[in-house]
């Protein structure tokens, strides 16, 4: 794995606002990185790692597009804003539906990598696998280019301002680009400023979060470094993306602790804003288990205000009894940042009073803008923020879209389908699919609250595969078909 020294790691676009300004040390301290992938690996999960890998070597590095050569034009029949998971994807199916000359999709593209270099294009739930050592955080990047489908032009800049009663937006370096239809798509913002001490806080040792590429590796660092006291997991006030994934690194780290003969000096703290571990009764049930069972922590309503890294202390606060605060000394933190909507769509006219693009959530038309739909996490859909919703939202979208755009009502409804791989240890996950009544939707002719070795594959191995060669070209719009399939036509 790649060292700290060697990483020249930007924050991804999306967290650019609180973060990318200050790079500092800690993108360049020495990060010594041993990756548990060995010590993690079965026989048979190296069997069918190694079938997937072929089936991702074969993927996108070397499919450049060409369409960043094409002369720019300032209108497109469909203008995608975003180029993360949601924005390529509706990019490849608007290419099916209206050609690649008529589509183009505005991103900065500003996350790096060593080897892959400038402007990677990342997979982010592999981040969890990363900040506990069994994946490489090589492996969650490939080159911005290979993704953006071939001849879709890329307009490698910054959405500065959108003016839908105009049909046009303006970019940062003040390019007015006009459009017939608008996909927005721009996620979610990481705001790591609004805790006191933070990001500066990074730059100092046995903190870390999984959450950008700039400090994931530091969770890495910081469960290796682990001697003996208080490893605390933090859960923000705020709506975030992959709700499920600032406790999978808490079971993940206790496994760790385990397997290096350290868990008895360890005292594993949850500490959430929220008043529940999960929200979905069924998977919660199981998740209580386990955390009595593993002797874990849960402290719920705590909100994390501060940090002073230099004393390795977290601080806070009582969200029922605010100004009450707890500072807790901490040998290995890991830090959920709070979110919000992108500050460009905060002041603009497409958002509800929280900030979010106001959709219907059956058919994702903006309520107002007739030619105007969002997707994926920067949307006010009452569901969890994750890929896997993302994926369910492409194929409903891609629907919606087609029949506008023949003047007709759309008629897809998407019902919230979400997914949350909550992996438990190094080789075990609980599957947790639901819908927007928080009522379980599972793809598997089994009890999915239960731990599985085969969904810890699915997660590691076969999800990042359907990602890079499905989703993103606009094939994969969730697993409701197999559902269907393995439920004999039932559900
Ligand atoms: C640690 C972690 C674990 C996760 N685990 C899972 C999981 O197990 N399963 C799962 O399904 N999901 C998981 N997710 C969530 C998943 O990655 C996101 O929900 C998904 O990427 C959302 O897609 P999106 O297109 O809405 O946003 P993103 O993929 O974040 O894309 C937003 C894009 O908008 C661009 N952008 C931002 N501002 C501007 C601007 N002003 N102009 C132009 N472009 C801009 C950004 O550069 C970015 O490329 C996880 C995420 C993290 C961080």
């Not at 070397?62 to 995608?80: D, F, I, M």
């Not at 969890?128 to 050592?133: D, I, K, Q, R, W």
């Not at 699919?433 to 379980?440: H, I, V």
């Not at 989703?471 to 004999?488: N, S, V």
Request: glycine content about 8%; some cysteine; overall charge positive.
């Amino acid at each position: 794995m790649a060292s700290g020294s060697e990483a020249d790691v930007s924050p991804p676009a999306h967290s650019r606002d609180t973060f990318s300004h200050r790079r500092s040390a800690w993108d360049r301290s020495s990060v010594k990185m041993t990756p548990l992938v060995a010590v993690v690996s079965s026989p048979h999960a190296r069997l069918f790692t190694c079938f997937f890998k072929l089936g991702a070597q074969q993927a996108s590095p070397l499919q450049l597009h060409t369409g960043t050569s094409l002369a720019a034009k300032n209108y497109h029949e469909v203008l995608v804003l975003g180029g993360g998971s949601g924005g390529i994807t509706m990019a490849s199916r608007m290419k099916k539906r209206v050609g690649a000359e008529n589509v183009a999709i505005i991103e900065p593209s500003e996350g790096s990598l060593p080897l892959l270099g400038a402007c990677v294009h990342f997979y982010q739930p592999i981040w969890t696998l990363v900040g506990a050592g069994a994946k490489q955080l090589s492996s969650s990047g490939r080159p911005t280019a290979s993704v953006i489908p071939s001849g879709v032009e890329w307009i490698k800049d910054r959405v500065a301002e959108l003016n839908p009663d105009k049909n046009c937006i303006r970019t940062d370096t003040g390019k007015e680009i006009s459009y017939k239809y608008l996909i927005i798509a721009l996620g979610i913002q990481l705001d790591y400023g609004k805790i006191k001490g933070l990001p500066e806080g990074f730059s100092q040792p046995k903190i870390g979060s999984n959450y950008s590429v700039g400090t994931v590796e530091k969770t890495w660092k910081a469960l290796q470094d682990f001697k003996e006291g208080n490893a605390i997991f933090t859960f923000p006030n705020t709506p975030v993306k992959c709700a499920g994934a600032p406790q999978k690194i808490m079971y993940l780290s206790e496994d760790y602790f385990r397997k290096t003969g350290k868990r008895s000096k360890a005292n594993i703290i949850f500490n959430t804003s929220l008043g529940s571990i999960f929200g979905v009764k069924k998977y919660a049930d199981a998740l209580m288990e386990i955390i009595q069972e593993r002797n874990l922590t849960v402290n719920y309503k705590q909100n994390l205000i501060e940090v002073r890294a230099d004393k390795q202390e977290a601080v806070f606060e009582n969200m029922d009894k605010p100004g009450e605060t707890q500072v807790i000394s901490y040998e290995m933190l890991h830090v959920t940042p709070p979110m919000s909507a992108p500050d460009v769509l905060k002041k603009s006219p497409v958002v509800d009073d929280a900030g979010w693009v106001d959709v219907d959530k059956e058919t994702l038309q903006h309520k107002k803008y007739s030619n105007v739909f969002g997707i994926g996490d920067c949307t006010n859909l009452p569901t969890s923020k994750t890929a896997a919703a993302v994926a369910a939202q492409s194929g409903i979208l891609d629907r919606t879209i087609s029949l506008i755009m023949k003047n007709e009502a759309p008629m897809k409804k998407y019902d919230g389908y979400t997914s949350c791989p909550l992996v438990t240890s190094y080789n075990r996950v609980i599957l947790a699919e639901f819908d927007y009544n928080l009522q379980p939707v599972e793809t598997f002719p089994f009890d999915q609250s239960k731990q599985r070795l085969s969904m810890y594959l699915m997660k590691a191995d076969m999800m990042p595969f359907l990602y890079w060669n499905m989703m993103l070209k606009g094939y994969w719009g969730g697993p409701a078909f197999l559902r269907k399939l393995f439920h004999l036509g039932m559900s």
